[in-house]
């Protein structure tokens, strides 16, 4: 049954006809972070156990600037739960995520997004194409059901898993947003460049092409300008916020040389602290983004409200969240209000 919801002022494309849009993403490692999520196995039960939890990250996001209320159906794929024996729980993860994200869309009039991503068995086979396929045309489904204003399909490694998620997405009448992960290699698993994929994804009738997850701003920032002129639709980019470089182009690849000794092994995906980004390195990718002719903005995995703010200021506005935004000058010892410099001079050089 479609969930019941007031029109948004506006669709997705519409909105993109007159400015950026910014969708706050990184459900995942958020949830696991606040403890409602296990790392490894990366699956959303978080919205049949505390969906009052999953609600209130959705208000956050929005408070701080989102445009959109991501459905949390990453990874609730009908893979990720098999490997886990919780194949009967999909349908009703799905749904309740869905259920969640369209009571925050509607009380905030937030633009509804459906989800699907990598499904991790596609290796181009004729077998992986129909079972890709099989599992995107149900959970597109429930998203059509649930009344969604569109789909992103993302973090796809394989161009040709992508082309597949958009075939599905546009089978149901709605707009579709399809993004690729790049990894250390700046290609797909078929050896296409980002400009390359992005161009066949808007031939197969993507509305939206561009990168999201893997890599962070100074690493994906370099891979934008190709794909924007390479398309004529709206290019996304919604990095990871985490300080990726020259010889460890994703956060997978990230090494900390200070601290080896690892129960991982490698930072990624539970020690990744030393690298994340801060606020203004992320308005500094807005910026450069929007510079180059980015149109469809988030930030992934490891994102936190304080980088979506910084996003939406980044881009001129001023969410509700913006009421809170540092401002220095009230501090007590490092402020330059003269009654807080009279009573704590000299303060600050000691501190």
């Known amino acids: 049954m479609a969930i019941a919801r007031s029109e948004p002022a506006s669709g997705l494309l519409e909105r993109l006809s007159t400015g950026p849009v910014l969708c706050a993403e990184g459900y995942l490692f958020e949830m696991e972070r606040r403890g409602y999520l296990q790392a490894g196995a990366f699956v959303p039960e978080v919205v049949l156990e505390h969906p009052e939890v999953v609600r209130a990250l959705h208000r956050e996001f929005v408070h701080a600037g989102s445009d959109v209320v991501e459905a949390f159906t990453y990874y609730a794929h009908r893979e990720k739960l ?9 349908e009703k993860i799905n749904r309740q995520a869905l259920a969640i994200a369209a009571e925050v869309a509607t009380e905030s009039g937030a633009l509804l997004a459906g989800d699907i991503c990598n499904t991790n068995i596609f290796d181009g086979s004729p077998k992986s194409r129909l079972t890709v396929r099989e599992m995107f045309e149900e959970q597109v489904r429930w998203a059509v059901e649930a009344g969604v204003d569109y789909i992103i399909g993302e973090t796809f490694s394989w161009g040709n898993e992508a082309l597949i998620a ?4 546009k089978e149901s009448g709605l707009p579709a947003v399809v993004t690729m992960a ?3 290699e700046p290609v797909t698993r078929e050896g296409w460049s980002p400009a390359e994929i992005c161009k066949r994804l808007e031939q197969a009738g993507a509305d939206v092409v561009g990168l999201n997850c893997s890599r962070g701003p100074r690493t ?6 190709g794909i924007i002129a390479s398309v004529r639709v709206p290019v996304a980019a919604l990095p990871v916020p985490y300080r ?5 182009e994703s956060f997978q690849s990230l090494r900390d040389e200070e601290y080896k000794e690892l129960p991982c092994g490698r930072p990624f995906p539970t020690a990744l602290d030393p690298f ?3 606020r203004y390195e992320i308005a500094d990718f807005t910026r450069d983004a929007l510079a180059l002719g980015v149109r469809y903005f988030g930030v992934c995995c490891g994102a936190g409200p304080h980088h979506i703010r910084a996003m939406a200021e980044a881009l001129g506005r001023r969410p509700p969240a913006s009421r809170y935004s540092a401002d220095m000058s009230k501090h007590a010892y490092f402020g330059s209000h003269p009654a807080l410099r009279e009573t704590y001079v000299g303060y600050a050089g000691r501190l």
């Open 82 to 90: 098999r490997l886990l024996g919780k194949e009967e729980l999909l």
């Open 166 to 169: 958009t075939e599905v997405i």
């Open 182 to 184: 790049i990894h250390r």
């Open 220 to 225: 994906m920032l370099p891979l934008l300008e």
């Open 244 to 248: 990726t470089r020259e010889g460890q």
């Open 276 to 278: 994340t980004c801060n």
